[in-house]
């Protein structure tokens, strides 16, 4: 199928034969009475058989009937193989190259290739059909012959059969493929006087080959067009922009008599944009009714491509030009409205400027540092209608003002949340003032009341009011002009001084302590940050950055930097918690071996594989996580996990949770609207916020996981529905009502993600099969198949007869990952570099331990396992020792080269003490609720 086709400065004649030509299709005619017939042909098999012709070299026969009497066989030396290359952008990776070799070559040298580029094909079946059609035709001459004869019998199109030669090999058919006719008629009993008797006289002069050759037409060379053409980008009524997913438009050339200027005037054409990357780089669609350079690929009238735009006299470039010559401007324009969104700098002397508008909303993401200097000047907000928040997750507001600060306003709140430590330092003067009240705070307990009445400190029960009327002090003990007052902690004592880590430890970790980066290498699996830094957490929970691909692991606790914690924060004071009364589960990761297996519990692991991912505001990626003994079959196979399958359970003494690795959470039972309970050892809020209704946040709040009752057939279901973060930005999920699985997900940035499930092995499973990003104004009301075929591909899965998954294909339709399996049990799998593993079990079930591990590459590891610690060898014999306790949590490890790491934990399983393989030791001390208060 060809996508566009131009007829470009040739004749219709031309341009047939010229198509012809590249399709390997020869033609010829049937000759009768009353019609003549116009036959296409693609192989000699077709042909029809015509008569028997003599061989009769004897120049002195009489030539009554028809025979042959020269025959005359040759053999040409001419191309003996073909290579034809092409390229599609829609298959980036793909090795468009095909080749074919001549089967008849005896006598005859094989290295005559005949190589060409492009070949014109953008499929490979086109290419294989177009690499055997370039060698039939420059074939052609390769075993043609030659002859005469008088037989009007020879017609193109037919085969003849020839009989009487003394060589008996060549009395068989053969196809006549050229024909030069001679002959003469007299005319009257004059004109065959004027001959000496001759009369009519006909011969033919044939060239021949033999039946079981094809005669192809060489290729034609198509004609180029020179240089780039002016054209207008064109599309359906009623639309200022149209194209597709790959950012192609379609235009009307100025040549062209027969378009109407609409969405069928040309193929889609790409566009050269000034950068173009893996979901990155820069892109500006043209728009209807813009004038843009066209060129073509090797010349090509049937591959076009756009590398730039031009102004005209209705299309006028923003600014007013010349005298706007100093700016550099980029301005867009509002879809269907009024407005634009513009980028403007001014480089005139003097005045330069940076000036940026947005239409409407102007959002700015910043991962890191932002810094804003104004070296001279002014800084000015103008908030017109509306409000201004500035908010501060976890962290400090510190401003330094050299001179004064003057607030004005009608209303002043001011309030704090949490603990923490305010400092007020001035040289000078500090003055507060308010008409009607000034009221100051501290905690409970503490106040200072200022009114145009009187004037009252409080502390507990103990009272001092100042009024018109005089002092009046309340409490249990008044001493006046005593020289030194007494303490609160008893008759003469003093009072208690804390040391740093106690004061640390009462004040929970809150505004007093700085949580810096990573700290030591601590967690429960020994891999993972001791710190209180922010971010994703642990490898396979949910940290605060955001990503819906990493489901919380609320059954893994003893690690500092909880999955779902971000590392920071505190309980505040007086918040509700719930501990159960069993250790918590012990943390599938730990330091890999080989590609990879898990030493510790012997199980082959593959963590978070990327199949795609999406920047914005909630950052998507999409991955895959493999375990060898989880538990049930998943949205992929049993093993498999990906983002959404953590959910809820209802049991007869509450909620559980579980996460995508299968381990179990025990929930405090709680009454719909319930106040947030706080669970101290896995650093997590629980609420139950309606009758089917739980969220599940981290320490800091910073996100929020929902889970809605699903009503199916066989009861409640509660799947992770939505990930929203404190601003309410969000990613949800859509599930199906009747199978209860996701439908589709959309993300923080609008975009919707179709997840295709459908029945393999004859009905008895179902799989995800593909997911797909859908168009931006896609209906969500019409037919999921629909949408889900015009939308992008992003990733495919498919399966073995067994209903595991077998491959993973990229969105350009690459296998980039092969697994095979015995009982559902991963044995081997291959990369795109064509990495090759291979794993031996003692038992191929959810029990079973790894025992060897090797690779394509020579690798190889095998594993003895012993009820404290195993022992890995590896290809040179090298042994490594893995120590842990009673719950798999990694205590020790000895290395190759006799160093040594260890890890003392506490009953809950955090690191409190550790020393790396070069002798450094590190201490980790935990508030009660579970934070590290001192490194």
Same mark, same amino acid.
């Given at each position: 199928?060809?996508?566009?086709?131009?007829?470009?400065?040739?004749?219709?004649?031309?341009?047939?034969?010229?198509?012809?030509? &590249?399709?390997? $299709?020869?033609?010829?005619?049937?000759?009768?009475?009353?019609?003549?017939?116009? $036959?296409?042909?693609?192989?000699?098999?077709?042909?029809?058989?015509? &008569?028997?012709?003599?061989?009769?070299?004897?120049?002195?026969?009489?030539?009554?009937?028809?025979?042959?009497?020269?025959?005359?066989?040759?053999?040409?030396?001419?191309?003996?193989?073909?290579?034809?290359?092409? *390229?599609?952008?829609?298959?980036?990776?793909?090795?468009?190259?095909?080749?074919?070799?001549?089967?008849?070559?005896?006598?005859?040298?094989?290295?005559?290739?005949?190589?060409?580029?492009?070949?014109?094909?953008?499929?490979?079946?086109?290419?294989?059909?177009?690499?055997?059609?370039?060698?039939?035709? +420059?074939?052609?001459?390769?075993?043609?012959?030659?002859?005469?004869?008088?037989?009007?019998?020879?017609?193109?199109?037919?085969?003849?059969?020839?009989?009487?030669?003394?060589?008996?090999?060549?009395?068989?058919?053969?196809?006549?493929?050229?024909?030069?006719?001679?002959?003469?008629?007299?005319?009257?009993?004059?004109?065959?006087?004027?001959?000496?008797?001759? %009369?009519?006289?006909?011969?033919?002069?044939?060239?021949?080959?033999?039946?079981?050759?094809?005669?192809?037409?060489?290729?034609?060379?198509?004609?180029?067009?020179?240089?780039?053409?002016?054209?207008?980008?064109?599309?359906?009524?009623?639309?200022?922009?149209?194209?597709?997913?790959?950012?192609?438009?379609?235009?009307?050339?100025?040549?062209?008599?027969?378009?109407?200027?609409?969405?069928?005037?040309?193929?889609?054409?790409?566009?050269?944009?000034?950068?173009?990357?893996?979901?990155?780089?820069?892109?500006?669609?043209?728009? $209807?009714?813009?004038?843009?350079?066209?060129?073509?690929?090797?010349?090509?009238?049937?591959?076009?491509?756009?590398?730039?735009?031009?102004?005209?006299?209705?299309?006028?470039?923003?600014?007013?030009?010349?005298?706007?010559?100093?700016?550099?401007?980029?301005?867009?324009?509002?879809?269907?409205?009024?407005?634009?969104?513009?980028?403007?700098?001014?480089?005139?002397?003097?005045?330069?400027?940076?000036?940026?508008?947005?239409?409407?909303?102007?959002?700015?993401?910043?991962?890191?540092?932002?810094?804003?200097?104004?070296?001279?000047?002014?800084?000015?907000?103008?908030?017109?209608?509306?409000?201004? !928040?500035?908010?501060?997750?976890?962290?400090?507001?510190?401003?330094?003002?050299?001179?004064?600060?003057?607030?004005?306003?009608?209303?002043?709140?001011?309030?704090?949340?949490?603990?923490?430590?305010?400092?007020?330092?001035?040289?000078?003067?500090?003055?507060?003032?308010?008409?009607?009240?000034?009221?100051?705070?501290?905690?409970?307990?503490?106040?200072?009341?200022?009114?145009?009445?009187?004037?009252?400190?409080?502390?507990?029960?103990?009272?001092?009011?100042?009024?018109?009327?005089?002092?009046?002090?309340?409490?249990?003990?008044?001493?006046?002009?005593?020289?030194?007052?007494?303490?609160?902690?008893?008759?003469?004592?003093?009072?208690?001084?804390?040391?740093?880590?106690?004061?640390?430890?009462?004040?929970?970790?809150?505004?007093?302590?700085?949580?810096?980066?990573?700290?030591?290498?601590?967690?429960?699996?020994?891999?993972?940050?001791?710190?209180?830094?922010?971010?994703?957490?642990?490898?396979?929970?949910?940290?605060?950055?955001?990503?819906?691909?990493?489901?919380?692991?609320?059954?893994?606790?003893?690690?500092?930097?909880?999955? !779902?914690?971000?590392?920071?924060?505190?309980?505040?004071?007086?918040?509700?918690?719930?501990?159960?009364?069993?250790?918590?589960?012990?943390?599938?990761?730990?330091?890999?071996?080989?590609?990879?297996?898990?030493?510790?519990?012997?199980?082959?692991?593959?963590?978070?594989?990327?199949?795609?991912?999406?920047?914005?505001? !909630?950052?998507?990626?999409?991955?895959?996580? *493999?375990?060898?003994?989880?538990?049930?079959?998943?949205?992929?196979?049993?093993?498999?996990?990906?983002?959404?399958?953590?959910?809820?359970?209802?049991?007869?003494?509450?909620?559980?949770?579980?996460?995508?690795?299968?381990?179990?959470?025990?929930?405090?039972?709680? &009454?719909?609207?319930?106040?947030?309970?706080?669970?101290? &050892?896995?650093?997590?809020?629980?609420?139950?916020?309606?009758?089917?209704?739980?969220?599940?946040?981290?320490?800091?709040?910073? !996100?929020?996981?929902?889970?809605?009752?699903?009503?199916?057939?066989?009861?409640?279901?509660?799947?992770?529905?939505?990930?929203?973060?404190?601003?309410?930005?969000?990613?949800?999920?859509?599930?199906?009502?009747?199978?209860?699985l996701p439908q589709y997900m959309i993300d923080g940035n609008g975009r919707t993600f179709s997840l295709l499930f459908d029945t393999i092995n004859e009905g008895k499973d179902t799989r995800l099969i593909s997911i797909a990003l859908l168009a931006k104004q896609a209906d969500l009301s019409e037919a999921q198949k629909d949408l889900h075929r015009q939308g992008e591909m992003l990733v495919g899965y498919a399966y073995d007869e067994a209903g595991d998954l077998s491959q993973v294909i990229d969105r350009y339709g690459n296998i980039t990952r092969t697994f095979s399996y015995r009982n559902h049990i991963m044995v081997s799998h291959r990369?795109?570099?064509?990495?090759?593993?291979?794993?031996?079990?003692?038992?191929?079930?959810?029990?079973?331990?790894? +025992?060897?591990?090797?690779?394509?590459?020579?690798?190889?590891?095998?594993?003895?396992?012993?009820?404290?610690?195993?022992?890995?060898?590896?290809?040179?014999?090298?042994?490594?020792?893995?120590?842990?306790?009673?719950?798999?949590?990694?205590?020790?490890? $000895?290395?190759?080269?006799?160093?040594?790491?260890?890890?003392?934990?506490?009953?809950?399983?955090?690191?409190?003490?550790?020393?790396?393989?070069? %002798?450094?030791?590190?201490?980790?001390?935990?508030?009660?609720?579970?934070?590290?208060?001192?490194?």
């Amino acid at each position: 199928m060809r996508e566009f086709c131009v007829q470009y400065q040739e004749t219709d004649f031309d341009f047939l034969c010229r198509l012809l030509a &590249e399709e390997g $299709i020869f033609f010829y005619f049937e000759f009768q009475p009353k019609q003549h017939t116009l $036959i296409f042909c693609d192989n000699a098999d077709s042909l029809v058989t015509g &008569e028997t012709i003599s061989y009769n070299p004897n120049p002195e026969a009489t030539r009554r009937e028809s025979m042959i009497w020269r025959f005359k066989r040759a053999e040409r030396v001419r191309v003996s193989s073909t290579q034809l290359r092409d *390229y599609t952008f829609k298959k980036p990776g793909w090795n468009a190259q095909f080749g074919k070799q001549a089967s008849d070559l005896d006598n005859q040298r094989q290295a005559y290739e005949y190589f060409e580029y492009p070949a014109r094909f953008k499929q490979a079946d086109r290419g294989k059909a177009f690499s055997q059609y370039r060698l039939d035709s +420059l074939r052609n001459e390769a075993h043609q012959s030659a002859g005469e004869s008088n037989a009007t019998e020879l017609v193109l199109g037919t085969r003849f059969v020839l009989k009487n030669h003394p060589d008996k090999s060549l009395n068989r058919p053969w196809q006549p493929i050229r024909l030069s006719h001679f002959g003469r008629q007299p005319q009257g009993a004059e004109a065959e006087a004027d001959l000496q008797g001759s %009369g009519t006289y006909y011969q033919n002069h044939f060239q021949f080959i033999p039946i079981t050759q094809t005669w192809r037409p060489l290729a034609i060379p198509k004609p180029q067009v020179f240089g780039p053409q002016m054209a207008m980008v064109v599309g359906p009524k009623g639309e200022e922009i149209f194209t597709d997913k790959f950012g192609r438009v379609k235009v009307q050339f100025l040549w062209d008599r027969y378009g109407e200027g609409n969405d069928r005037s040309s193929c889609w054409i790409r566009v050269s944009q000034p950068w173009a990357g893996a979901g990155f780089g820069g892109i500006t669609i043209p728009r $209807i009714g813009q004038e843009v350079i066209v060129s073509f690929l090797e010349g090509d009238p049937d591959q076009p491509i756009i590398i730039g735009r031009t102004y005209h006299a209705e299309n006028l470039p923003p600014g007013t030009l010349p005298k706007a010559a100093t700016q550099t401007i980029i301005k867009s324009q509002t879809h269907k409205g009024k407005g634009s969104n513009e980028l403007r700098m001014e480089d005139s002397n003097g005045k330069e400027e940076l000036y940026l508008h947005a239409q409407k909303d102007m959002n700015t993401v910043v991962k890191n540092d932002q810094r804003t200097t104004v070296q001279k000047g002014n800084k000015e907000l103008f908030v017109e209608l509306g409000n201004q !928040l500035t908010q501060i997750g976890i962290g400090f507001l510190t401003e330094r003002i050299g001179g004064g600060r003057i607030t004005e306003s009608n209303m002043v709140s001011v309030k704090t949340s949490k603990a923490g430590v305010g400092e007020a330092a001035l040289p000078g003067t500090q003055t507060y003032q308010a008409d009607d009240e000034i009221l100051l705070k501290v905690g409970e307990q503490t106040s200072i009341l200022m009114n145009n009445e009187e004037i009252q400190l409080k502390f507990g029960e103990s009272i001092v009011k100042l009024n018109a009327n005089g002092v009046f002090v309340n409490g249990s003990k008044v001493g006046l002009n005593s020289p030194k007052a007494e303490s609160d902690t008893g008759e003469g004592a003093p009072a208690a001084v804390l040391s740093p880590t106690e004061e640390q430890a009462q004040d929970g970790g809150g505004g007093r302590m700085a949580h810096g980066g990573e700290i030591g290498q601590g967690g429960a699996s020994g891999q993972g940050s001791a710190g209180s830094s922010g971010g994703k957490g642990d490898k396979g929970g949910l940290g605060a950055s955001g990503e819906m691909c990493k489901p919380p692991q609320m059954g893994q606790s003893g690690n500092p930097s909880s999955p !779902l914690s971000g590392g920071v924060g505190d309980v505040p004071p007086g918040a509700k918690s719930f501990m159960p009364d069993k250790r918590t589960l012990s943390n599938k990761q730990c330091p890999s071996v080989g590609h990879p297996v898990n030493p510790v519990l012997g199980i082959k692991v593959l963590g978070e594989e990327v199949d795609f991912a999406f920047e914005g505001i !909630l950052p998507l990626s999409w991955t895959r996580s *493999y375990y060898s003994d989880q538990i049930g079959t998943g949205w992929l196979g049993q093993g498999w996990s990906v983002p959404g399958v953590q959910r809820l359970v209802k049991v007869p003494a509450g909620m559980r949770y579980i996460d995508e690795q299968g381990s179990e959470l025990a929930l405090p039972a709680l &009454e719909p609207a319930s106040g947030a309970v706080f669970l101290p &050892e896995h650093q997590l809020w629980v609420q139950r916020t309606g009758y089917d209704d739980y969220v599940l946040q981290p320490l800091d709040r910073r !996100l929020s996981f929902s889970f809605t009752g699903l009503r199916l057939q066989d009861g409640v279901h509660y799947p992770l529905t939505k990930v929203e973060d404190r601003y309410g930005n969000q990613q949800r999920f859509i599930y199906q009502p009747q199978t209860g699985l996701p439908q589709y997900m959309i993300d923080g940035n609008g975009r919707t993600f179709s997840l295709l499930f459908d029945t393999i092995n004859e009905g008895k499973d179902t799989r995800l099969i593909s997911i797909a990003l859908l168009a931006k104004q896609a209906d969500l009301s019409e037919a999921q198949k629909d949408l889900h075929r015009q939308g992008e591909m992003l990733v495919g899965y498919a399966y073995d007869e067994a209903g595991d998954l077998s491959q993973v294909i990229d969105r350009y339709g690459n296998i980039t990952r092969t697994f095979s399996y015995r009982n559902h049990i991963m044995v081997s799998h291959r990369d795109s570099a064509g990495l090759e593993a291979y794993y031996e079990y003692d038992n191929p079930s959810l029990t079973g331990k790894v +025992l060897r591990h090797h690779t394509n590459l020579g690798e190889q590891w095998q594993f003895v396992y012993h009820p404290s610690y195993t022992e890995v060898i590896d290809t040179l014999g090298r042994r490594e020792y893995y120590y842990f306790n009673e719950h798999q949590e990694l205590t020790g490890q $000895i290395f190759a080269d006799g160093s040594q790491s260890q890890n003392e934990r506490d009953d809950m399983g955090r690191v409190v003490k550790q020393t790396d393989r070069n %002798g450094k030791t590190t201490r980790y001390v935990y508030t009660p609720q579970g934070q590290v208060s001192k490194v």
